[in-house]
């Protein structure tokens, strides 16, 4: 009787130990996370002309390791894309830098993301603009974001489950469009629902082969588009292939 009440007593005083060693580990890991984000910023950002400043502060922000599978966290600020499951990436920190500076983006705009994947894009994105738009055709992948997005407190992201070849018709026009998957060619109804000035990045190109990033532009009702750099995106898929 006696034996059991000690050890009850010192289980319980090993209680707040726990406590107290698991919020330091957690402080300590945070901490180690805004070091490793501070880097990927110099190193991957700022060296490779990345000049912004609101795209830097959102990427200095945005925590790219919530975002990835547990497995993956470690990797999260490393120089490359990382698998997000269902055979899909998150795209490399720089690309997500660069297709973000490219857009101009301003604190009233309001953006159109096609390929939600794990949310992070859309999360940097938020950091700076009023309202992100992002549809996803993988409803796995759509529901796992949105639920990551919501928890992370982001209020200004609307996710929704659909081909995005269509836009988002209620909510435009966009003052621009992202687009994270690699088309054939830029879908029309895009271009439609890009407000007059407004700017679209996509990856365009066959799926197996090197795509060209294009910027395109909508001046005076003429559309204008401009090669920026080859690059390698997973598909974009269509609702009925
Ligand atoms: N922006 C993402 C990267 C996503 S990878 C991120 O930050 O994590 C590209 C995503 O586009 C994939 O999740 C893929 O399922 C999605 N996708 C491909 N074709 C699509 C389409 N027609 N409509 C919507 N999403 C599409």
């Known amino acids: 009787m006696k034996s059991r009440s000690i050890s009850t007593f010192s289980f319980l005083s090993l209680v707040p130990m726990a406590i107290l060693l698991s919020c330091i580990l957690l402080i300590s890991f945070t901490d180690d996370f805004r070091q490793q984000r501070e880097q990927m910023v110099r190193r991957q950002l ?70 939600t994947g794990s949310g992070y894009h859309a999360a940097v994105l938020s950091e700076i603009v ?30 929704k489950t659909a081909d995005g070849y269509y836009g988002w018709e209620e909510h435009a026009p966009f003052d621009a469009i992202v687009v994270t998957a690699a088309a054939e060619y830029i879908p029309p109804p895009l271009v439609e629902q890009l407000k007059e000035g407004g700017k679209m990045i996509i990856p365009v190109g066959s799926p197996f082969r090197v795509q060209q990033l294009m910027l395109v ?5 003429r559309i204008t588009t401009r090669n920026l750099m080859p690059v390698r995106f997973v598909p974009f898929r269509r609702a009925d292939n």
Request: glycine letters at 8%; charged letters at 30%.
């Open 217 to 221: 532009e909508k001046k005076d009702g």
């Open 46 to 115: 700022q060296a490779r002309g990345i000049t912004d400043s609101r795209t830097i502060e959102a990427m200095r922000n945005t925590e790219r390791h919530r975002f990835v599978p547990a497995g993956q966290q470690r990797f999260a600020y490393e120089d490359r894309p990382l698998p997000i499951g269902h055979g899909q990436t998150i795209s490399q920190p720089y690309i997500v830098a660069y297709m973000t500076q490219i857009i101009e983006p301003k604190s009233h705009y309001r953006v159109l993301e096609i390929g």
């Open 130 to 159: 009023d309202e992100v738009f992002t549809i996803e055709i993988i409803e796995a992948l759509g529901k796992q974001a949105d639920e990551v997005i919501d928890r992370l407190g982001y209020d200004n992201i609307h996710v």
